[in-house]
């Protein structure tokens, strides 16, 4: 019945009586959105307000939204079409047309905004070159936690009139704008596209002024500077060719504190800080990124900063005579490490990763407090100085051979009084060093194997003879023997072309071969007590 009611009420009769279908006037712009799937700007969907009243669309985008391509998503009353189609330009607005099943319209004009952004960010500062008459371009270094901003120049730039070239949050502006005077802090202001405000406080450091604060930080320090005298080459300083300092030496200066500016050297390539006080280093060290050589003997260091791992120029790093117990893992990062020197701490193990410093090329494990041999050195193959004295070594373990490279190895100092076979492999070996061990002989390894040895120190042993066979050693030219309990030398010593040196004191000798004697190029010091034949 309802049925019939609609197709009643649906048509009409011409005059013919002949059924006319009424088509639909509906004409109405249900919904309209951006979606991202068809719009690469977008990162989420964006859905459009539409109000049928005044037949307006309106759609806010994010802050930076191109909406210069935009494509819609619309859907319109059942039967109607909408027009235009596809990407189009929402810079201005845009009227959508709505044509009905029997042809009649409606407009709908659609505006696209951009929210204003809320950023007011000081993303970078610097100082060129060609505005200011520097030396080089610096740039800033931005604290955004803080919002402040250092800058570091060289020790005879004047601050009182410099121009900087600022980067800021896009649609954002600032103030103070040109040149400003920076002899002390300036305040700079970002406002957003949305009137939002930051503020940053800009400090211009010269080097000079760095230098004094480790005067200020170190109250009873020996450093000696006149501050009354404006050129810091008086002050133990190197400068390049810009007037940056790249050398800074502070030693047996009283300093307990290094303040956290001297991370600001951006130029640093050598720094010593020998015979102080320093108990820790601040977090900036790690700053120093051109730092390739840093001497901090005899100190009171019992660690070093994470930051410390940053240091990846360093070549050259001396920490010995300090008081560090554990290895420090921050120096496993440090790939271009050529020279460690950690003797006379208290290292009782080294951790496994220590054979990741395969550039080492010296090592210093001097006096500590080994309870057995470290044998992640025999990974470092690219050794040729190693030096392990003073450790109660009573063995020498038989891996020392995969160190193929070394051409010194110094182990004075132990308990031994073996060698193993395996040091044949030091080939290349042409210095050893064996004093203040317990040897009663020269190890017939030595002797017969190490022919391009120059120098052999066998001081304070117990050495009673020196066999014939020395002679193998073709190469030798400096001989220790101090100190042992030699009652004669073998005549035999003389035919070795090269020895310069012959070192025989605190044994009990009387005669020296007639042989040796005559050799007048041979310096030998002995007792008085011994004599020429």
Do not use: H
């Amino acid at each position: 019945m309802l049925l019939l009611l609609f197709l009643a009420l649906s048509c009409s009769k011409n005059d013919d009586d002949t059924p006319v279908l009424v088509k639909s006037s509906e004409k109405q712009l249900v919904s309209f959105a951006f979606n991202a799937i068809d719009n690469a700007v977008l990162e989420t969907n964006q859905t459009a307000t539409v109000n049928e009243g005044y037949k307006t669309i309106t759609a806010s985008m994010p802050v930076g939204t191109d909406i210069s391509a935009l494509t819609p998503t619309m859907n319109v009353s059942a039967k109607a079409s909408v027009a235009p189609t596809g990407a189009q330009n929402f810079s201005s607005p845009v009227t959508y047309t709505v044509t009905a099943e029997d042809g009649t319209i409606a407009n709908y004009i659609v505006e696209v905004m951009v929210s204003d952004s809320s950023e007011s960010q000081l993303l970078r500062f610097v100082f060129r070159e060609a505005d200011n008459g520097i030396p080089d371009t610096i740039e800033a270094t931005v604290d955004t936690e803080n919002a402040s901003l250092l800058l570091v120049t060289t020790s005879n730039t004047d601050l009182t009139a410099l121009i900087p070239q600022l980067e800021i949050s896009e649609g954002a502006s600032y103030s103070p704008q040109g040149v400003q005077d920076f002899s002390g802090p300036v305040t700079y202001t970002v406002t957003a596209a949305d009137g939002t405000q930051s503020d940053y406080a800009v400090t211009v450091k010269t080097e000079r002024d760095l230098l004094i604060t480790i005067i200020e930080a170190n109250p009873n320090n020996t450093l000696g500077w006149n501050l009354a005298d404006a050129d810091i080459e008086n002050w133990n300083v190197g400068l390049d060719q810009d007037g940056y300092i790249e050398e800074l030496y502070i030693e047996e200066a009283n300093l307990s504190v290094l303040p956290e500016e001297i991370g600001f050297f951006g130029r640093l390539q050598k720094l010593s800080l020998d015979d102080n006080q320093l108990a820790e280093l601040p977090e900036s060290i790690g700053n120093l990124i051109n730092l390739t050589w840093l001497s901090l003997y005899r100190n009171n260091l019992t660690e070093l900063p994470s930051e410390f791992a940053q240091l990846s120029a360093l070549e050259d790093l001396y920490l010995g005579e300090n008081l560090i117990q554990e290895f420090p893992e921050e120096l496993f990062q440090l790939t271009n490490l050529i020279k460690l020197y950690l003797d006379n701490n208290l290292l009782k193990e080294l951790p496994t990763g220590f054979d990741r410093m395969t550039a080492l090329d010296i090592l210093y494990l001097d006096d500590n407090l080994f309870e057995k041999f470290p044998e992640q050195v025999f990974e470092l193959t690219n050794l040729t100085r190693f030096y392990y004295r003073n450790n109660q070594l009573k063995e020498l373990p038989s891996e020392i051979g995969n160190l193929t490279n070394l051409v010194r190895l110094s182990l004075e100092g132990n308990l031994l009084s073996t060698l193993p076979d395996e040091v044949q492999s030091l080939s290349r070996l042409k210095t050893l060093r064996l004093d203040g061990n317990q040897f009663e002989a020269i190890p017939e390894v030595v002797i017969f194997t190490l022919d391009v040895l120059e120098t052999l120190g066998l001081d304070d042993n117990m050495i009673q003879e020196i066999s014939p066979e020395i002679t193998n050693l073709s190469s030798l030219e400096y001989l220790y023997l101090d100190n042992n309990l030699l009652t004669s030398l073998p005549s035999e010593l003389a035919s070795i072309a090269s020895l310069s040196s012959l070192e025989i004191r605190g044994n009990p000798i009387a005669v020296l071969p007639e042989e040796l004697c005559s050799r007048v190029d041979i310096e030998i010091v002995k007792d008085d007590t011994t004599i020429c034949k």
